[in-house]
């Protein structure tokens, strides 16, 4: 079973609000993620950090930003939040080198930006 | 990472063996298939992964054809808790700094 969580579950939040998702994970895992998905649609990497001190942007455009001061924490921030931005947000780790290859996922953000 | 096509949904009696298939006709002899499957509203979930042989653990089988071109992921008695997208991804195993791409999978629905 894999030990990685998010918090907050579920936000909801008025517009020009800054808010910060946590993801951390006691795997000691080099690798993090931050994919975002809409409702019955497609998962989209928007972040990803190699380790401590790196970050880099994932494939669909994304407002937000990341930071990787330790191994074990990969927060999103949002620094002025607007009803776009109403998804889910899935964080995720990996080990390097695994022996699947395999990452790990939260059980996710449910972001609501009114 | 060679693309994949899998077909969009497919329904499943209970009890009974889902074959979910997976094309990926542009794979590379140094890249594995891998299965992940996301019930509705978590995070997606790691089935199992395979190069070239049969795979089997306690959650699926892997059969890939011999020229590798496609897959099939079998869930041997489908219960209602396998109702899941179901993602076939074709990547290099640890190949170092790739994230998987998830495309659109496939909607895999369990009928009692």
């Known amino acids: 079973e894999a030990d990685i969580y998010q918090t907050p579950r579920y936000l909801v939040i008025g517009t020009g609000k800054k808010i910060t998702l946590e993801c951390s994970q006691t795997?000691?895992?080099?690798?993090m993620y931050w994919y975002q998905q809409d409702p019955g649609m497609e998962l989209h990497l928007i972040h990803y950090?190699?380790?401590?001190?790196?970050?880099e942007k994932g494939d669909l455009s994304s407002e937000s930003t990341v930071s990787r001061i330790r191994t074990e924490h990969f927060p999103l921030t949002l620094e002025s939040a607007r009803p776009s931005h109403t998804s889910q947000y899935l964080c995720?780790?990996?080990?390097?080198?695994?022996?699947?290859?395999?990452?790990?996922f939260g059980p996710g953000t449910r972001l609501t930006v009114l | 990472d060679a693309k994949t096509t899998q077909p969009t949904s497919m329904d499943c009696a209970e009890g009974r063996a889902a074959n979910l298939p997976c094309n990926h006709s542009t794979i590379s002899g140094n890249e594995y298939v891998y299965w992940y499957r996301q019930i509705h509203s978590q995070g997606p979930q790691y089935i199992i992964h395979g190069l070239k042989n049969n795979e089997t653990n306690e959650m699926a089988s892997l059969i890939i054809t011999e020229d590798r071109k496609s897959s099939t992921l079998i869930l041997p008695h489908a219960t209602l808790r396998d109702t899941a997208v179901y993602y076939c991804i074709v990547r290099v195993r640890n190949s170092g700094n790739t994230p998987l791409v998830f495309g659109k999978g496939t909607r895999l629905s369990v009928i009692a």
């Open positions: 995720a780790s990996s080990e390097t080198p695994g022996a699947a290859d395999t990452q790990y």
């Open positions: 795997m000691g895992h080099d690798k």
């Open positions: 950090s190699y380790g401590v001190n790196s970050t």
